[in-house]
T-cell receptor, first 117, second 116 residues
Framework: AQKITQTQPGMFVQEKEAVTLDCTYDTSDPSYGLFWYKQPSSGEMIFLIYQGSYDQQNATEGRYSLNFQKARKSANLVISASQLGDSAMYFCAMREAGSGNTGKLIFGQGTTLQVKP | EAQVTQNPRYLITVTGKKLTVTCSQNMNHEYMSWYRQDPGLGLRQIYYSMNVEVTDKGDVPEGYKVSRKEKRNFPLILESPSPNQTSLYFC???????????????FGPGTRLTVL
């Protein structure tokens, strides 16, 4: 079974509008962390935002926020006021205790976001 | 500047010709990993290391070797590359690899490998 599922292979958004990228996860560990990374066409992986399983509030980092619904096991990334530079692939990833505290991140398949001018 | 470096960035080789992709980090991180990225599959961990001389297999270790003789370096070795190892490879490091840790994983720029 997929541990991290991103059901939107590709998405379009108009510049200056908000967009939500979906991520659902599957773990039985009580302690885990969820990460979002951005991969522009140049290929590098850029860390965006982190949400811990015990965090009481949804994480925010500038224009990025995480809609964390623990009971539904979802951690959707919200990008407000989209910019052309937001066009990229976005990965949701999880670190869980079941990985043996090895630092391993389990990644979803990714969502390609295109921002239209 | 805190960073993970990888070399080479691009490599085209032929089946069976041994190659090494180097990886180095300057953040004194204990945890290092190698991932491969393939379309539709995201990134998958190949090998990881929790400290010097401590390495272990990840999810897709077949056909790869690693070593960790120094804390900063974590080379990936393909003894006899095959076409199914054509992929984009990332080295990564993190300060704390525990599940509840907020430590982000820092990624190198990637190595695009083509095996003919």
């Amino acid at each position: 079974a997929q541990k991290i599922t991103q059901t939107q292979p590709g998405m379009f958004v108009q510049e200056k509008e908000a967009v939500t990228l979906d991520c659902t996860y599957d773990t039985s560990d009580p302690s885990y962390g969820l990460f979002w990374y951005k991969q522009p066409s140049s290929g590098e992986m850029i860390f965006l935002i982190y949400q811990g399983s015990y965090d009481q509030q949804n994480a925010t980092e500038g224009r990025y926020s995480l809609n964390f619904q623990k009971a539904r096991k979802s951690a959707n990334l919200v990008i407000s006021a989209s910019q052309l530079g937001d066009s990229a692939m976005y990965f949701c990833a999880m670190r869980e205790a079941g990985s043996g505290n090895t630092g391993k991140l389990i990644f979803g398949q990714g969502t390609t976001l295109q921002v239209k001018p | 500047e805190a960073q993970v470096t990888q070399n080479p960035r691009y490599l085209i080789t032929v089946t069976g010709k041994k190659l090494t992709v180097t990886c180095s980090q300057n953040m004194n991180h204990e945890y290092m990993s190698w991932y491969r990225q393939d379309p539709g599959l995201g990134l998958r961990q190949i090998y990881y290391s929790m400290n010097v001389e401590v390495t272990d297999k990840g999810d897709v270790p077949e056909g790869y070797k690693v070593s960790r003789k120094e804390k900063r370096n974590f080379p990936l070795i393909l003894e006899s590359p095959s076409p199914n190892q054509t992929s984009l490879y990332f080295c990564a490091s993190t300060l704390n690899g525990q599940a509840g840790s907020r430590s982000e994983q820092f990624f190198g720029p990637g190595t695009r490998l083509t095996v003919l």
